[in-house]
């Protein structure tokens, strides 16, 4: 152990060093599918394939891509949910040497638009029922290809007859367009690849988008090295390997969702219960069903998780770690759940961790068998954090708040094409190696262990996803009723944060309920739902700074106190 790492008596049995492989993350997976060919890799509603069975697939489509010109270098869009086909096409891109740039599959096409102009993709791969938005984007470099994936694509017969007459009734027929290729037609065509895979650990393997101060999602380039460690770092910490299950809850265009709940488990031999929408209820069913040994997630999942009463009785024994992230853990959710588990025969804990996409994801933890109030824990094996006084490289004393820093092999190559963003976010401290500025504040106690205090940057969180107010505000902005906006994240008892629009009317006697709907319905259209506000606050004019920018720490603060008001005698 280091003066600078005095967390490392905290690790009990986990090294605190791991070696990472020098393959690219379909060599990886390759590994996996020779050491456990009849283990199960994925399963989805209902439906399963071997790691044999997997490889033969992302290696049909690897060919079934190429002979479509996708090519090693390109850019490839995945607005998937979390599927088999979303899986399959993230390796075989690989294969070829090319970078996924994986988005939203419920992206307008505004945002669809600025995904394929930022990446340069002309192929792109879709879910028919979301294929309208990116057939309406229009990027500067038009979409040469798009292939379309069903989820009847991978179920069974009987399962596949079972969807069109339920849901399948929903989705309309895509338009005739001769871009359009569909998913089973691609790899019946194709016999699997046989030419030796492109790529080296160090190439990118996947382009991830975060907010940025322009309000655009930023791309995040991460390189397989990055996934590779991030996933044996992960996989460690939560004892998680060949064999154990963990349901892929959050989605393959998130960090957690593709690093650890796909890549990790397929890394280790795990099975990767694939969960293509979120809801309580479903994942309710699959707890005693799959019986994952690992469970990850945002505060709304385990708090309805927690009240499910389908969940009474059900044998909770499985779950060996349960973590949870992307916002504040509440201490009565994480009592409630616990005390779930435990009557269902369970003894994990919920513990906290903290990561962001621009290290892939989680880079600290609490270990299993630590538990500190509010902590968010300590970096993974090979992982190191500290705070510095923000806007300097320079450390701050234990207990002191300053901006989080992260370093270690799990953290970002950069920003896709912003070399400005890169060295701002990125810099080389005195002692030699290179450190991840966050944005966020915290502190950190003589013990090493972390505790998140507030973002710097201006995002917002809810039910665990990304909002980035620049974006929304500028969408409001665009309605020829508004002449000022500024977007705020207030507490919501569900969403943990729900978004609020403050809203300068240009005409005050049009401020009402009437232009509230337009100005929602106007977000509607253009931003993913997560992203519009739940509510409208019209103002005669917005607060300022000394400096004659938007105060919205100031709006903020006039919500909380209307809201103390209300609850007071």
């Not at 060949?242 to 957690?256: R, Y």
């Not at 293509?276 to 069913?285: D, I, L, T, Y």
């Not at 993974?380 to 370093?407: Q, S, Y």
């Not at 509607?524 to 920018?549: H, M, N, Q, Y």
Request: glycine share 8%; proline share 8%.
């Amino acid at each position: 152990m280091t003066d600078d790492r005095p967390w490392l008596r905290f690790y009990g049995a986990i090294p605190p060093s791991l070696d990472y492989p020098e393959v690219t993350l379909y060599e990886a997976l390759a590994a996996s599918a020779r050491r456990h060919p009849q283990a199960v890799a994925w399963s989805f509603l209902g439906a399963s394939a071997t790691y044999a069975r997997l490889l033969e697939d992302v290696d049909r489509c690897a060919a079934g891509l190429a002979a479509e010109g996708l090519r090693a270098g390109d850019r490839f869009l995945v607005s998937l949910p979390t599927t088999p086909q979303a899986v399959v096409a993230f390796y075989a891109a690989l294969r070829l040497g090319a970078v996924p740039a994986m988005v939203h599959p419920l992206s307008t096409a505004a945002e669809l638009t600025h995904y394929l102009d930022a990446t340069g993709a002309t192929r792109a791969i879709v879910l028919d029922a979301f294929a309208g938005a990116l057939l309406a984007a229009t990027p500067r470099r038009p979409l040469e290809r798009i292939v379309v994936a069903r989820i009847p694509d991978c179920l069974p017969a009987w399962k596949r007859l079972a969807f069109a007459l339920t849901k399948g009734r929903a989705i309309a027929p895509l338009p005739p367009d001769p871009r359009l290729r569909p998913w089973r037609a691609l790899l019946a065509a194709s016999a699997p690849a046989r030419e030796p895979p492109a790529g080296t650990t160090d190439d990118p393997a996947a382009i991830l988008f975060s907010g940025g101060t322009t309000g655009l999602p930023k791309g995040i380039v991460l390189t397989h090295r990055n996934f590779i460690a991030e996933g044996l770092q992960a996989a460690t910490w939560c004892g998680m390997g060949a064999g154990d299950a963990i349901l892929a809850v959050l989605p393959v265009f998130h960090g957690f969702g593709l690093g650890v709940c796909v890549n990790a488990a397929l890394m280790g031999g795990g099975r990767t219960v694939l969960v293509p929408q979120f809801s309580a209820a479903v994942v309710a069913r699959l707890l005693p069903r799959e019986r994952p040994a690992v469970l990850v997630g945002v505060p709304t999942l385990f708090d309805a998780l927690a009240r499910d009463p389908s969940l009474e009785g059900a044998d909770l024994s499985c779950l060996k770690a349960c973590f949870c992230g992307a916002d504040t853990l509440p201490r009565e959710v994480k009592e409630r759940f616990e005390a779930r588990v435990a009557a269902g025969g369970g003894r994990v804990k919920l513990l906290e961790g903290y990561g962001l996409t621009e290290a892939v994801t989680g880079i600290m933890a609490m270990p299993l068998a630590e538990y500190r109030e509010g902590s968010i824990g300590i970096p993974f094996p090979d992982m190191r954090a500290k705070i510095v006084r923000p806007g300097t490289t320079e450390a701050v004393p234990a207990g002191e708040e300053g901006e989080i820093c992260v370093a270690g092999p799990a953290v970002m190559r950069g920003y896709l094409d912003d070399e400005a963003a890169t060295a701002e976010a990125l810099r080389r401290h005195a002692d030699g190696r290179t450190w991840l500025h966050t944005g966020d504040l915290g502190r950190m106690d003589a013990d090493g262990f972390a505790y998140f205090s507030v973002r710097l940057k201006r995002m917002i969180k809810s039910s665990g996803f990304n909002v980035y107010p620049a974006q929304v505000e500028a969408v409001l902005r665009g309605h020829p009723a508004v002449a000022e906006a500024c977007v705020i994240g207030v507490p919501d008892p569900a969403q943990i944060e729900r978004v609020k629009a403050c809203v300068v009317p240009r005409e005050p006697a049009a401020a009402g309920p009437a232009l509230e709907a337009a100005l929602i319905a106007h977000c509607r259209e253009r931003l993913i739902k997560w992203s519009c506000p739940r509510e409208v606050e019209f103002v005669d004019a917005l607060p300022l700074t000394r400096v004659g920018k938007i105060d919205y720490r100031a709006l903020v603060q006039r919500h909380a106190a209307r809201e103390r008001a209300k609850g007071s005698p």
